[in-house]
């Protein structure tokens, strides 16, 4: 189910009205709070001590980011703001436009300037076609002629030769001719597909590289010998060009019978939505853009000239091949939790005690043991999981693959609507159900996005539950990327509220009444507006009343009303927002006690901490950790579920490492402004001494 920009966008914040500023003067722009996180991420492809190499994944990292924007986010806005009669954009929407452009332009501008002349300094070069000496060339021409020629078929253009379908992302090559065809007609545009089977990025052989590290794109291979593959014609322009397609998958969920058998049969049509954006090279002439944009039915303001790589995304095939450690960050190898003995069971430890794992800190791989001890114990007798992006190869899938297979009670709730993983989720769907899993969907019209993992264990004469849950994926791959916490508990409440959300999944009866467990969308946004209410309560008496949460957006109208709220009562509150934030804080007498800062660093920022005090007392604070940013879509349209942290050492342990840290960052933290922009966070003299994510590197090795 997509969640639209205009659905987050609410135009006015519930109970607001008697606010000093309008209700919408509180919301910023979600689009242009995305582009200036992308913008964030683009700084640290400036910053001088980040590694070379590394400075341009966080390029290509801005390139992906910017993919999936116009696939997903802008192409909501559009259809949510597009004037049905002119197809025009407008207001906001037209802001983001131009922020858009402006933010690629910067992208191509560091990669051009400053990124590809210092590793050339440092001999990784890639070379085009002027700079490659006569060896190379002639290198290139047999790689040409041996692996890309024979896969290369041009397509003239004429009536029955239409224009052909162009895949999301593709990349193809227009080529204008000169001359007559073979039977003597004035058809002048070809279209080159480039196939997706060959490397985009091709490491030229040592003994012709000169001492260098030195590439070829594809793409410049095929422009070498373009005039090849038209040999009776004159080439007399060309240009690559790639289009951005609405990626959203368009299925009736109330109207298929087999969810899973309707998104496959989708799945392709994906490729070939509607068009968003078009990249040409900078140098592309004027006719053959408008003859694209004209097929693509696409306006000018669509076009991206780029100054460069068309899909700079490909660039990452460049920094895997290249040997050189010094120019990449330090490998980081996960600590082995201290809280849980090497030499004991997993289960055995958490039935004493709660244990909080710190990722990528600390290890992902109890998670695995914890699934394998289940698996492989016969007095485990049912594995309840929920499976959200665990990735096209896990160890947790073949696990419980293993655990149907030995007879064990296996319920998977697979979420087939995963955007971009859906494919991968219903193969294993189709695998766990082959080997007699039982296997839902959630919800028709809600997305299951809870992180959840269940053990259910014969003890002598009783049965008892042991769990995971998580911030973060069931992915071992991520879990050294993104930082996120898993908490292992045998609380007989959380579990058995656990257990009360699977049977809901399951069996679609009404959900139980949740002790300690909140639950999207039935509870989740409700209590953490009676939380924020008795912060604000608090503060109205005087007493300590503070707010810290840390996500990854902040987009939901209910939720930043609540925050206003509880600032305007005089309650502190510090946000910790990776991306996109609606709230504007720092406006005079209405959010001038809330305040915003971001972190971007080597790891993306992905936990969820909401911790609440409205008083001195070890009874007067609440502390929950959950799969659920505060988005309109997480609180009314996703199955999500928060977990409150009782045990005081735990708790502070939280609270020590996900958010005091984070609020005295000065290396990789910015800081949000009333009018949306961000600066940068530094110490008086303008150095950074403090990074959050390397402390706590530093603290778990």
């Known amino acids: 189910m997509t969640m639209t920009a205009h659905q987050d966008a609410a135009p006015d914040l519930p109970g607001a009205a008697s606010t000093a500023a309008a209700p919408r003067a509180l919301l910023l722009n979600r689009e242009r709070s995305i582009l200036a996180f992308n913008r964030r991420v683009l700084a640290q492809a400036r910053r001088a001590d980040v ?79 002027a700079e490659r000496n006569e060896a190379q060339r002639a290198w290139v021409a ?34 204008q001719l000169g001359g007559l065809d073979a039977y003597g007609r004035e058809n002048g545009i070809a279209i080159v597909k ?113 100054n460069g790589p068309v899909n700079l995304v490909r660039m990452n095939t460049m920094i895997d091949q290249v040997r050189s450690k010094a120019h990449r960050f330090k490998p980081h190898e996960p600590s082995w939790p201290k809280s849980l003995p090497r030499n004991r069971s997993i289960i055995q430890s958490i039935a004493e005690r709660d244990v909080l794992l710190h990722h990528p800190f600390e290890s992902f791989e109890p998670v695995v043991q914890f699934l394998r001890e289940a698996v492989e114990d016969p007095n485990v007798l049912a594995i309840k999981q929920t499976i959200y992006r665990t990735g096209s190869e896990s160890v947790l899938m ?15 709730v697979v979420e087939l609507k995963a955007r971009f993983d859906e494919e991968a989720n219903i193969n294993w769907a189709e695998r766990l159900e082959a080997v007699g899993a039982q296997v839902v969907y959630g919800i ?4 299951t996005h809870a992180k959840l993992l269940l053990v259910t264990r014969r003890q002598g004469q009783r049965m008892v539950r042991h769990a995971h849950l998580s911030t973060g994926n069931y992915n071992p791959k991520t879990a050294r990327l993104y930082t996120d916490l898993g908490y292992f508990t045998s609380d007989p409440e959380i579990t058995t509220d656990i257990e009360a959300v699977f049977q809901h999944l399951a069996s679609l009866n009404p959900m139980a009444v949740t002790k300690r467990l909140l639950v999207a969308p039935t509870s989740l946004q409700s ?45 502190t509150v510090d946000l910790i927002v990776r991306g996109a934030c609606m709230l504007a804080p720092g406006v005079a007498g209405v959010t001038d006690h809330i305040r915003v800062r971001s972190v971007v660093g080597r790891f993306l920022e992905h936990s969820r901490v909401f911790h609440f005090r409205w008083g001195d007392g070890p009874t007067q604070e609440a502390l929950y950790l959950g799969s659920a940013d505060w988005m309109s879509r997480n609180m009314e349209r996703r199955i999500e579920v928060a977990w409150p942290v009782r045990d005081p050492e735990l708790r502070q342990r939280v609270i020590d490492e996900t958010l005091v840290p984070y609020l005295h960052d000065d290396v990789d933290a910015w800081t949000l402004s009333s009018d949306g ?7 008086s003299d303008g150095s950074g001494r403090h990074s959050a994510q390397r402390a706590l590197a530093h603290k778990h090795r």
């Open 444 to 447: 028709v019209g809600l997305k």
């Open 677 to 683: 922009s961000y600066q940068p966070v530094k110490d």
């Open 194 to 306: 480039v196939p997706r089977v060959l490397p985009r990025i091709i490491r030229l052989p040592d003994r012709i590289s000169e001492g260098q590290q030195a590439f070829v794109q594809l793409t410049s291979v095929i422009r070498a010998h373009l005039s090849e593959l038209f040999p009776s014609r004159t080439v007399e322009a060309f240009s690559q060009f790639r289009v951005t397609r609405d990626s959203d998958l368009d299925v009736d969920e109330e109207e298929v019978k087999n969810l899973r058998t309707a998104l496959r049969s989708e799945l392709s049509a994906r490729h070939y939505g509607e068009a968003i954006r078009l990249e040409v090279v900078r140098s592309c002439p004027e006719d053959l853009s408008r003859f694209l944009l004209a097929q693509f039915d696409l306006p000018e303001v669509a076009l991206y000239r780029v």
């Open 51 to 129: 590694p070379l190499l590394e400075r341009l994944r966080y390029v290509c990292i801005v390139s992906s980011n910017m993919d999936e924007f116009f696939e997903v986010r802008f192409a909501d806005a559009i259809e949510a703001a597009s004037d049905s009669d002119s197809g025009t954009i407008h207001g906001e929407l037209a802001r983001a436009a131009e922020e858009a452009h402006a933010l690629i332009d910067e992208q191509y501008a560091l990669f051009n300037d400053e990124l590809m002349p210092a590793l050339a300094r440092e001999g990784i070069v890639l070379l085009n076609h």
């Open 398 to 412: 073949e696990l419980l693959l293993e655990a149907a297979r030995r007879g064990k009670e296996v319920l998977a």
């Open 527 to 571: 209590e953490m507006v009676a939380l924020l209410e008795k912060v604000g309560e608090a503060a109205r008496k005087g007493k300590t009343a503070r707010v810290v949460a840390k996500f990854n957006s902040l987009t939901d109208p209910v939720l930043i009303d609540a925050l206003v709220r509880c600032g305007q009562a005089g309650a």
């Open 142 to 175: 047999q790689y040409f002629h041996r692996e890309v020629q024979p896969l290369l078929v041009p397509l003239g253009l004429d009536p029955s030769h239409p224009f052909p379908q162009v895949a999301n992302k593709s990349l193809n090559f227009i080529v």
